[in-house]
């Protein structure tokens, strides 16, 4: 299972890469593996500041929905547009083409919390 050094990881199985005070997110390999197949993803939160750990958007497989928190505060700039007609992506490319939000992060120290990739594996192996 791939799980990126170059990424930072919450315990709720989401993926982030900082660049330039945005935090880009996703699910990891590990979560829509354990989700199965994808077939909707809604978030309605563009625009929105949240802060860390609330809820931004949904993620519906077809044995399970389940809730996707922020990593990170801020606000929600951008929501993958991709994701509405092709949910699946995320099953093909939960690192690459399957990202979910940018977040114009508020605290970008809160980034310096989140799991490394060792971190992670670590989690996911206990």
Same mark, same amino acid.
């Given at each position: 299972?791939e799980?990126?050094?170059k990424?930072?990881?919450?315990?709720?199985?989401?993926?982030?890469?900082?660049?330039?005070?945005?935090?880009? =997110?996703?699910?990891?390999?590990?979560?829509q593996? +354990?989700l199965? #197949? $994808? &077939?909707?993803?809604?978030?309605?939160? @563009? *625009?929105?500041?949240?802060?860390?750990?609330?809820?931004?958007?949904?993620?519906?497989a077809?044995?399970?929905?389940?809730?996707?928190?922020?990593?990170?505060?801020?606000e =929600?700039?951008?929501?993958?547009?991709?994701?509405? +007609?092709?949910? #699946? $992506? &995320?099953?093909k490319?939960?690192?690459? @083409? *399957?990202?979910m939000?940018k977040?114009?992060?508020?605290?970008?120290s809160?980034?310096?919390?989140?799991l490394?990739?060792?971190?992670?594996?670590?989690?996911?192996?206990?």
């Open positions: 299972m799980i990126p050094v990424l930072k990881y919450t315990k709720d199985h989401e993926w982030v890469k900082v660049e330039n005070g945005v935090a880009v =997110v996703g699910i990891t390999e590990f979560a593996g +354990e199965g #197949d $994808i &077939v909707f993803i809604e978030v309605e939160t @563009e *625009g929105d500041t949240l802060a860390k750990d609330e809820v931004f958007g949904t993620i519906e077809v044995k399970t929905v389940s809730d996707m928190f922020m990593p990170v505060s801020g =929600v700039a951008e929501v993958n547009s991709r994701l509405a +007609e092709t949910p #699946d $992506i &995320v099953n490319d939960p690192y690459g @083409e *399957g990202w939000i977040i114009k992060m508020s605290d970008p809160q980034a310096d919390s989140l490394t990739a060792d971190q992670y594996r670590d989690l996911i192996d206990a």
